[in-house]
C-alpha cells in the first residue's frame, strides 16, 4: 500500500513540478519536496532496504533543506526582503537543532550553538534592516 500511495503522489508530483518549471524557474526548488520525498522513499526501500536507506534518505533531506534555506536567504537579500530572509534562516536553523536532537552532544555544547545561531540571527537582521534604511532615504 506504501508503494501505491508513493506511486500516486509521484504521479501527481511531476505535472505540477513541470508547471512550475515552466512558470518560474526560480521557485523551483519549492515545489521539488515531493518528487525528491518520492525518489528518496523508493530508493531507500528498494534499493537499500536494511543497509542504509534511512540514512541515505536523511542525508537527502538535510542537503535539500540547507540548499532550500541558502536559497531563500539569498532570494531575501537579493530582493531586500526581511521576510524571506528570516524565513530561510528559520529554515536552516531547523535543520541545525533537528541534527542536535540526533547527536550526542552535551548540554554546554548545545548552549553555546543556540546562542552563536541566535546572535548569527539578529546581526543579519540588523544588516539587512540598515540597508534597508540606507536605499530608502
Avoid at 542504509?52 to 533531506?61: N, T, Y
Wanted: aromatic share 14%; with cysteine.
Amino acid at each position: 500500500m506504501d508503494y501505491v500511495l508513493v506511486a500516486a503522489l509521484f504521479a501527481v508530483a511531476i505535472p505540477l513540478l513541470v508547471r512550475a518549471w515552466r512558470c518560474d524557474r526560480s521557485r523551483i526548488l519549492y515545489g521539488s519536496l515531493p518528487v525528491l520525498a518520492g525518489v528518496a522513499y523508493i530508493g531507500a526501500s528498494l534499493f537499500f532496504y536494511g543497509c542504509c536507506g534511512e540514512a541515505l534518505a536523511m542525508v537527502i533531506f538535510n542537503i535539500y533543506m540547507f540548499a532550500l534555506g541558502l536559497f531563500t536567504i539569498m532570494a531575501g537579500i537579493r530582493n531586500g526582503h526581511l521576510g524571506a530572509l528570516n524565513g530561510g534562516m528559520a529554515i536552516l536553523i531547523a535543520v541545525i537543532v533537528a541534527r542536535f536532537f540526533d547527536c550526542d552532544f552535551s548540554f554546554v555544547a548545545r548552549g553555546v550553538a543556540f546562542i552563536i545561531i541566535g546572535i548569527g540571527f539578529l546581526v543579519v537582521n540588523l544588516l539587512m534592516v540598515r540597508k534597508n534604511k540606507g536605499g530608502a532615504q
